[in-house]
């Protein structure tokens, strides 16, 4: 009976992984085929056709670059490369094979492996964005780019943190009147869906600016390269937790819109 059940489990597991390693096929070179390049001082562009918007992301991406690189303690350009795809099924390919675009991921329009960024092209939008929505979500993949080579293993809190203080974050007067701070356990999870329903994308930015204003800079690119508050910071994390809370009720309640 084992013997005949082996030979059908060993050919299901055979056909699950081809179709896995097909899925992924798309994600083993970020170039299409007749990419073209624009090289900047700090980034180089690849795109498709849409060479205008290819222009004006290196246009914004090349001194944010180097305003962020500095940011973030690097002296000199890291071999960022920014790949610029015309269609968002593209883009959503590149990043998790031929199942992206099944997703149904409308928002989703920029993202980075490593020191890669992907990015739809600004030209090329998609329902739910707009150009300037996308030329603006390069700087912000940067950051994220930066942080992949500060600390590979950097936790989600801190480098969505990081890329939204430095870049697009802008948390509402009155964000702590509207909905809970997430708690500590939340802000440990390393799932992005997760890190979206805890109002991540409105909270994270607010922790690096408390750290920023309490501890400075140089401090808080020392925790986001080891994460060791109480050799970095000198307090545990669940005090800087608390402090950082009460930080949001003094600077975060103070509108009605």
Known sequence: MLKKLAKPAIALLAITGLLVGLNFTPVLNLRTAGMNEIKGNWVTVYYEKEMSAAQGVLALADPESQRIAGKLGFDNPQNICLYVYDKQKTFQTKKYGLI???????????????????????????????????????PHEIVHAYNSILNPQMPLWLNEGTALYLTNGNP??????????????????GNPITFSKIGGY???????????????????????????????????????YKQWVDYLKANYSRGTS
């Open 202 to 240: 409105d909270f994270a930015p607010t922790y690096i600016e408390y750290l920023d204003q309490m501890y400075g800079w140089a401090k808080v690119l020392e925790l986001c390269r080891d994460q060791d508050y109480i050799e970095v910071l000198g307090i545990s994390e669940d005090e800087v």
């Open 100 to 138: 992206g675009p099944l997703m149904q991921l409308d928002w989703y329009i920029g993202d980075n492996r490593g020191a890669n960024v992907l990015l739809t092209s600004p030209a090329h939008p998609g329902k739910q964005h707009d150009y300037e929505s996308v030329l603006h979500a390069a």
């Open 172 to 189: 509402s007067p009155n964000l702590y009147k509207t909905r809970p701070a997430p708690t500590l356990e939340e802000i440990h999870s």
